[in-house]
């Protein structure tokens, strides 16, 4: 089992930069897949950006991508995303997520564990 706790989110004007932290608590941080997902009102979850637990690959959403840069301290265990040259489209509550499968997905619904979220809002 492990718990999720997001940090990191405010208001930021468009252009600027945001880095969101998710702590996990628990010893096998190491051993599970890491995801950042987002929901803006009215509007389905979203992947973001994965990790794989070694932090060795990652894979991130058409949208973020060349913006957002997902990585992880297993030491600290501890995954980061950080979020340049925000558009007011980037608004939403941001949540981490972890899985422990045999693939890293794209699917909220492969995700077992969740952070409570941080909202995130850009201003035009």
């Known amino acids: 089992q492990v718990q999720l706790v997001e940090s990191g989110g405010g208001l930021v004007q468009a252009g600027g930069s945001l880095r969101l932290s998710c702590a996990a608590s628990?010893?096998?941080?190491?051993?599970?897949?890491m995801a950042w997902f987002r929901q803006a009102p009215g509007k389905e979850r979203e992947f973001v950006a994965a990790?794989?637990?070694?932090?060795?690959?990652?894979y991130y959403a058409d949208s973020v991508k060349g913006r957002f840069t997902i990585s992880r301290d297993n030491a600290k265990n501890t995954v980061y995303l950080q979020m340049n040259s925000l558009k007011p489209e980037d608004t939403a509550v941001y949540f981490c997520?972890?899985?422990?499968?045999?693939?890293?997905?794209?699917?909220?619904?492969?995700?077992?564990?969740w952070g409570q979220g941080t909202q995130v809002t850009v201003s035009s």
């Open positions: 997520a972890a899985a422990n499968r045999f693939y890293i997905s794209r699917t909220s619904t492969q995700y077992d564990h």
């Open positions: 628990g010893r096998t941080f190491s051993t599970y897949d």
């Open positions: 990790i794989s637990r070694s932090g060795g690959s990652t």
